[in-house]
């Protein structure tokens, strides 16, 4: 069975960094367009950064310069590294394969905080 499973949240202080790590299925990952997305109390859920099977990666404004996307085909798995984090980086983070409409992870908390 398909899945993805999220790793590597945390509380961090403002300027800090953190590195997600999604493990995905292999027979998946090959095909899928990679992505992390999040979602802070009260808002939608918003696109972070998605990486495609060429390791084309697209960033939100909002991250874009902090964070990096990259994917690892041989292990099959996706990594975000943050840095500089922000206060308004406070959210569940998900992992994603192929889109809104393919494959979620459970989600990672991730909390900037003093």
């Known amino acids: 069975q398909a899945q993805l499973v999220e790793s590597g949240g945390g509380l961090v202080q403002p300027g800090g960094s953190l590195r997600l790590s999604c493990q995905a299925s292999?027979?998946?990952?090959?095909?899928?367009?990679m992505g992390w997305y999040r979602q802070a109390p009260g808002k939608e859920r918003e696109v972070v950064a998605t990486?495609?099977?060429?390791?084309?990666?697209n960033y939100a404004d909002y991250v874009k310069g902090r964070f990096t996307i990259s994917r690892d085909t041989n292990k099959a798995t996706v990594s975000l590294q943050m840095d500089d984090l922000k206060f308004e980086d406070t959210a569940v983070y998900y992992c994603n394969a192929a889109g809104p409409d393919g494959l979620w992870g459970r989600g990672t908390q991730v909390t900037v905080s003093p």
């Open positions: 990486i495609n099977a060429h390791n084309i990666a």
């Open positions: 292999k027979t998946y990952f090959h095909i899928a367009i």
